[in-house]
């Protein structure tokens, strides 16, 4: 504790290397993580409540056991006494907590006087939770044989869009099937009749050209429904394959692009009746707009380049799951949603089940799973709740902060105009 950055402070290499406070009260939690999609000012909630809230105590315990302990008239600090508070995570030394308290105490020599509250000096306490030795918590021996890996049933739930559907199949040859990825299963679920001749036709020759069968090609003739697609077609169709009873599934978009190496976290992150994978997703900006205010090279036109000038963390979006059937159905799946058709709100929906949940749940940064940019359309048909969504969410995916300022202010005034100066 005494050799610790809170007592003696540190000197740092560079601006990088520093880690920021994050500033808290009783009520509110001001995130230095600040992102697209991210608060600015949170309610402390769940862990992080519980951590803060038993910082405030022991900081009481401390003013309230120190000092002259015969003094009667000496008024306890109670919690509505903290003011305000500092802390961070170290990741060698621990968290670190600086909170100050003031009281308030009535003036007593001047009855009649107006100002007859006054205010103590502010205290501040400072608090280290060090961290504890590393504890061996499981060792687990991963199974080596192809024979012994999980199924993953890939489910893509489609409508029209038969352009996009053969880039899937083109990024799906050259990622998953060309680096011997074995055990895998492609269920297609396609909403309506225009475009169906199209893609049966494309899977068929897919099928020839590849030597790839493990697929089921499935056709609802009514409006589209993700929730519906991946569900009552995509996971339940299941029941009647012969290949295995339970088996692991990925719930995926036609525009996203993955490896082999992320199905192979698919298969580490998700076990049965244990845990399930929710990757956070990089998440590509309109190609047009970082091809012409951007000076790095991408790495391919397949996948985009990990940079935060081609994209972001999707950090808000829970679409993409990796999860085992038994689980997703004993949780209900979709059931019990508010919304049945079109996109959005049905992922948000799923993972909120699975939170609640004894099942463990894995969310982090996935480097081998992308969301491609496309052209998003947010008809008014949508509800206002969903509508809302759409267009948040399409003004994220566009470009990045720098960009869209470059786009709205028109470096070169020629393709886009200047906004006038507001009227006073």
Not at 275 to 304: G, K, L, W
Request: proline share 5%; glycine share 6%.
């Amino acid at each position: 504790i005494e050799q610790s950055e809170i007592e003696k402070g540190k000197k740092w290499h560079n601006e990088y290397e520093i880690i920021p406070h994050s500033l808290f009260t009783l009520q509110a939690f001001y995130s230095t993580e600040a992102g697209m999609g991210r608060r600015v000012v949170e309610r402390p909630i769940g862990s992080r409540r519980q951590d803060l809230q038993e910082a405030v105590s022991s900081a009481l315990s401390i003013l309230n056991n120190k000092g002259d302990a015969n003094n009667n008239n000496k008024r306890r600090y109670v919690a509505s006494d903290f003011v305000e508070g500092l802390y961070r995570l170290d990741p060698i030394e621990g968290t670190q907590y600086e909170l100050w308290f003031q009281q308030q105490q009535q003036q007593t020599a001047h009855p009649t006087d107006n100002h007859s509250i006054r205010r103590s000096n502010l205290v501040r306490v400072s608090l280290l939770r060090p961290h504890a030795p590393l504890v061996a918590v499981r060792l687990e021996q991963q199974q080596p044989l192809e024979l012994q890996l999980p199924i993953v049933n890939i489910i893509v739930p489609l409508s029209g869009r038969l352009s996009a559907f053969e880039s899937f199949l083109t990024r799906f040859q050259k990622n998953v099937l060309t680096a011997g990825q074995g055990r895998v299963h492609l269920t297609v679920v396609f909403f309506g009749d225009e475009h169906w001749d199209e893609i049966q036709r494309e899977m068929l020759t897919f099928e020839k050209n590849n030597g790839f069968s493990n697929f089921h090609l499935l056709n609802i003739n009514t409006t589209f429904s993700r929730a519906r697609g991946l569900q009552v077609v995509g996971v339940e169709h299941w029941e009647s394959s012969p290949i295995e009873e339970d088996v692991l599934v990925f719930l995926c978009d036609v525009d996203v692009a993955f490896d082999s190496a992320f199905i192979e976290r698919c298969r580490r992150n998700a076990q049965p009746k244990r845990q399930a994978y929710f990757p956070i997703v990089f998440s590509q900006y309109n190609p047009n707009v970082t091809r012409r205010y951007t000076h790095h090279r991408e790495d391919s036109p397949v996948v985009p380049a990990l940079h935060k000038d081609y994209g972001f963390w999707r950090d808000f979006g829970f679409g993409m799951v990796c999860t085992y059937r038994s689980d997703f159905l004993n949780l209900g799946g979709f059931h019990g949603g508010d919304e049945t058709t079109g996109w959005g709100g049905e992922d948000l929906f799923l993972y909120r089940k699975y939170i609640r949940s004894t099942l463990r749940v894995i969310r982090a940064p996935d480097k081998n799973i992308f969301h491609l940019w496309h052209p998003k359309k947010c008809p008014t048909t949508l509800g206002p709740v969903q509508r809302r969504a759409c267009l948040q969410s399409r003004g994220r995916n566009e470009a990045s902060y720098d960009q869209l300022a470059l786009l709205l202010f028109s470096v070169d005034g020629q393709s886009h105009h200047h906004l006038s100066e507001p009227e006073i």
